[in-house]
């Protein structure tokens, strides 16, 4: 079974930045599809960014010019680099991935395993 452990969550004031990295476990020999997605009480959990097959970034339009997602592979190693915080941004923070690859997507239905969650606290 795969395991995704997130963290870097934290809480900032709006401007801020933070880094969260999952750790996806045990080691493969293929790519695994990874994405972010993040959730609210009492809202679906939402798209962030994910990662094509191509290795290109694909960023929901809140976050575009803000966060940078980053895959390394050979670590297992998915990150996101949230800068320019907003209050907005504030929510549970999920790592996903699937075992896919080459036929990786973005929304949640594309992604059978899923970490904990890290939360993110942005104060204005």
């Known amino acids: 079974d795969i395991k995704l452990v997130e963290s870097g969550g934290g809480s900032v004031q709006a401007g801020g930045s933070l880094t969260l990295s999952c750790k996806a476990s045990?080691?493969?020999?293929?790519?695994?599809?990874m994405g972010w997605f993040r959730q609210t009480a009492g809202q679906e959990r939402e798209a962030v960014a994910h990662v094509t097959s191509g290795g290109s970034a694909v960023y929901e339009d809140p976050v575009k010019g803000r966060f940078t997602i980053a895959q390394d592979n050979n670590a297992q190693i998915l990150s996101l680099r949230m800068n320019d915080l907003k209050p907005e941004d504030s929510a549970t923070y999920y790592c996903a991935a699937d075992l896919g690859w080459p036929f990786c997507g973005g929304k949640v239905a594309d992604f059978a395993y899923w970490g904990q969650g890290t939360q993110v606290a942005v104060s204005s």
């Open positions: 045990p080691p493969t020999y293929s790519t695994y599809c």
